[in-house]
């Protein structure tokens, strides 16, 4: 209190008489607990906030309405499967032609599963494992240089995924394995590397979300690093890295470019890691700009077949994270 | 050199001027640094076996970092770096090639915020067991059963042993984790505030069991609250940091009594009257 305080008879008495500066007369003020009504919401107020909220809502809208168009053209476009092709003939039909007008999809279908579930299983692995790296093992320094350098694999362009496909995968493979070089096994190769950054990354935010407490605690009852890992961890992130592994395989089932500069582009059934096969993207792509009437038809066909893949490829994500909540 | 005090076999790395029988951790001399920081100095402590030790102190004066050296749980913290002796049942448990893990299934620990793993309940219990190779059924049945009696847990949750640990509430989470930790028989329990973020049923069925369990694990606890103290320990050891910046210091270390009663040193009445912290 500062030198020049007086002090105050009984009735003058406020808390802070430094905040205060000079004394008021009480006297002449209103008592302190009577407080001043509340302010109203202001018009403007009202209108901006009502604004935002439908802003935010129309741009929601834009997503979902993009994708309800996009099914509606492609299956509109596809329905033609059905009588000009025949629904059975086509999903069904292990021959295409187009010359003889046979628009069988089995093989790429058939080539679509092997190179994505080829290329998850060299790259689902390596992907969890470099998460598994960066989130329990690597110090801040190991991190520093690996993270960015995940995260930099994920923007590079997959024609340039392609071009390195093509110049140093499919020559090596040609080398080891015989053949041209160009077939499901570069696109495995190719693929999987493609497919780390995303697994990888969202696996690695799956582990971060673990709170450190259960480590702690497993650590502590004398858990070695790898048991900590392989028992408390991993089954804690299990639906978070469950999630990555199948967001991984809609990228590697929808890539489309490196895969078409490096499975070969036969429309002919998988016979052989090292035999030139197609794809359903790959097949879309090759026909897309010269097709027309069935064949055009077949091709929309194939897209609403993918896009019924990767449908059902979300549904699982969500139906396994519900299940998982509750267990 | 003096010559070490040698009661068996072993030759010990330390001069040890006394290890007494009943001294179950040993400790002389402990520094402690978080990177830069003197956190702890000059702390020389002797734990009673079979007896509940309480550690008593403000916040931040160090106490929780002296536990986490008895089990070497700070290893875990990058930059962490421990001077002087810490004897746990006659070895030094800092010394070379000694291996943490195994000292960390003999002393348990038990932390503030309740943290069962997102697992059956069963399954935590038996996490410990199963650590050990422990696989048959009816043997890891029986030692789940009577690690949650120990923890007094089991007539809450016999019926529902296979819903996540995660479900039920924040005590009988706390419980769990006891219950997981006796599961694997340490000698020692360590406690870092164990009931400050649970229900008052809870911290009373916690403070049983450490009594009833006390004949066959030394307890060490870490508590805010004086009162806790008082009634759970046989020993307390007080802790101060007097100057912000500075290493925190153990102050006075006596029987619970005693200490509560007839306190030697001026800042220990200071602060069990009340006076600051």
């Known amino acids: 209190m500062s030198a020049a305080y007086t002090p105050q008879p009984l009735t003058q008495q406020t808390l802070h008489p430094e905040d205060e500066g000079p004394f008021p007369d009480l006297a002449q003020t209103q008592p302190r607990h009577k407080t001043a009504a509340l302010t109203l919401v202001s018009r403007a107020t009202q209108i901006k906030e009502r604004g935002l909220l439908l802003l935010f809502f129309a741009c929601a809208i834009v997503a979902v309405l993009g994708v309800v168009l996009i099914f509606a053209f492609v299956a509109y476009q596809a329905s033609g499967v059905f009588p000009n092709i025949g629904f059975l003939k086509f999903i069904t039909g292990t021959k295409w032609s187009v010359a003889h007008s046979q628009f069988g999809v089995v093989p790429f279908i058939v080539g679509s599963v092997v190179v994505t579930i080829g290329a998850l299983a060299i790259g689902a692995p390596l992907a969890i494992m470099t998460a598994l790296f960066l989130s329990e093992v690597a110090g801040p320094r190991a991190r520093a240089v690996i993270r960015p350098a995940v995260e930099l694999l994920a923007g590079i362009p997959s024609v340039v995924y392609g071009f390195f496909g093509v110049t140093v995968v499919a020559p090596l493979v040609a080398r080891l394995f015989g053949g041209a070089g160009f077939g499901p096994l570069t696109a495995w190769i190719v693929l999987s590397i493609m497919i780390v950054p995303t697994i990888a990354m969202l696996s690695e935010d799956a582990l971060d979300s673990i709170p450190m407490g259960i480590r702690e605690a497993s650590f502590a009852m004398g858990a070695t690093q790898w048991q900590t890992i392989y028992k408390v961890v991993l089954p804690a992130a299990k639906i978070g890295i469950i999630d990555a592994v199948i967001l991984g395989m809609g990228r590697a089932i929808g890539e489309t470019m490196a895969v078409l500069m490096i499975v070969g582009n036969a429309p002919q059934m998988f016979a052989g890691l090292t035999k030139p096969i197609a794809t359903l993207t790959s097949q879309i792509v090759l026909g897309m700009s010269y097709a027309a009437d069935d064949f055009r038809t077949a091709l929309f066909g194939m897209a609403a077949l993918l896009f019924l893949i990767s449908m059902c490829l979300v549904l699982i994500v969500r139906l396994l994270s519900r299940t998982g909540k509750e267990g | ?277």
Request: aromatic letters at 8%; hydrophobic letters at 40%.
């Open chain 2, 1 to 277: 050199m003096t010559p070490a005090t040698v009661h068996d076999s072993t030759v010990y790395t330390v001069p040890l001027v006394a290890v007494a029988d009943e001294t179950l951790f040993f400790v002389r001399n402990l520094e402690f640094f978080y990177g830069d920081f003197h956190a702890l100095t000059n702390v020389s402590l002797d734990i009673h076996p079979k007896a509940i030790t309480a550690l008593i102190g403000p916040s931040g004066c160090g106490k929780s970092t002296f536990l986490r050296c008895l089990d070497r749980m700070n290893d875990l913290i990058a930059g962490t770096k421990v001077e002087g002796s810490v004897l746990f049942s006659g070895s030094d448990i800092y010394g070379p090639g000694v291996d943490p893990v195994d000292l960390r299934r003999r002393v348990g620990m038990i932390f503030q915020q309740p943290n069962p793993f997102p697992q059956s309940i069963y399954d935590n219990v038996a996490y410990g067991p199963r650590l050990q190779g422990i696989r048959k059924k009816s043997e890891l049945d029986e030692i789940v059963e009577d690690s949650l009696k120990r923890a007094n847990l089991w007539k809450e949750v016999k019926d529902i042993l296979s819903k996540n640990g995660l479900a039920i509430s924040g005590g009988q989470q706390q419980r769990l984790c006891i219950a997981r930790v006796l599961a694997v028989e340490p000698d020692v329990l360590l406690m870092d505030e164990p009931c400050s973020a649970i229900d008052p049923t809870s911290v009373q069925k916690v403070e049983d069991l450490m009594a009833e369990i006390k004949e066959e694990v030394t307890t060490i606890i870490v508590t805010h609250n004086m009162q806790q103290a008082a009634r759970v320990s046989d020993y307390t050891s007080f802790f101060l940091q007097e100057v912000a910046g500075e290493p925190a210091v153990l102050v006075e270390s006596g029987k619970t009594n005693d200490l509560f009663t007839n306190p030697q040193d001026k800042r220990t009445e200071d602060y069990i009257t009340g006076r600051f912290g």
